[in-house]
């Protein structure tokens, strides 16, 4: 059985989508069969593995087809990579799937992913910066979260709220649900500032909830990468960033 991962924060600009990416490879760089799926109707994951958000089939087609019943495919949005990663592509045409038809409307994506799971080690799940109805499938479709996050003073509020909501579907829907942990992306850890956010995160919430040792640098080579369309692991695997997120997927694995 595959082990799912939500990679979310509902606040923007946290390095979300890069460590979905980089993770994602990293798993694969493991050994493991790997599923990435956009569920953002900005289809950066999806860009950000090469691919054109033009598909003609996305995740949208295959959420489509759980809510109506019908017998279809579940491999056929399936785009390969060149890194060893699958994915399951998105776009803006997203935001109009009606998931509110379905009798179990919070359930629509785990209903999807139970027909595909078998076929992979590790599912990796990019969500949108915000709390709506497909979060809410992608948290009651997943087994644990990562929450990128970076080290600034407004970063507590949204773990605050990610957290918070992570609780909320546990106890509504998803009772296996967990919180892999928090991962520092963007990390200028030689200034003052930024060793201070840490300590408060740490202080927040450290008690309860793994944070990792290693965090992603702001680095350079991490924007390069996702503009060429690539992970870090195939730009530069040996930038400190490729070293961290292979060391992170080694603790997740390892905590089964």
Known sequence: MSKVIAIANFKGGCGKTTS???????????GKKVLAIDSDGQGH?????????????????MLENEIMGFDYDPTEAILHTGEGVDIIPANKLISGIALDAADNPELVLKGYIDRIRGLYDVIVIDCSPSFGMMNINVLAASDGVIIPTKPEYFGIDGLQEIIGSVRSIKSRFNPDLGIEGIL??????RLNNTKRNKEAVQAAFGEDINIYDLSIPNAVAM??????????????????????YLEIAKEVLANG
């Open 20 to 30: 979905a990416i980089d993770l994602s490879a990293a798993f694969a760089r493991l």
């Open 45 to 61: 994951l999806t860009i950000g593995f090469g691919f054109s958000k033009k598909q003609q089939i996305t995740l949208k087609n």
């Open 184 to 189: 520092f992306t963007m990390d200028t850890s």
């Open 223 to 244: 924007a390069e990468a996702s503009s060429e369309g690539v992970s870090i692991h195939s730009y530069d695997r040996k930038c400190k960033g490729a070293e961290n």
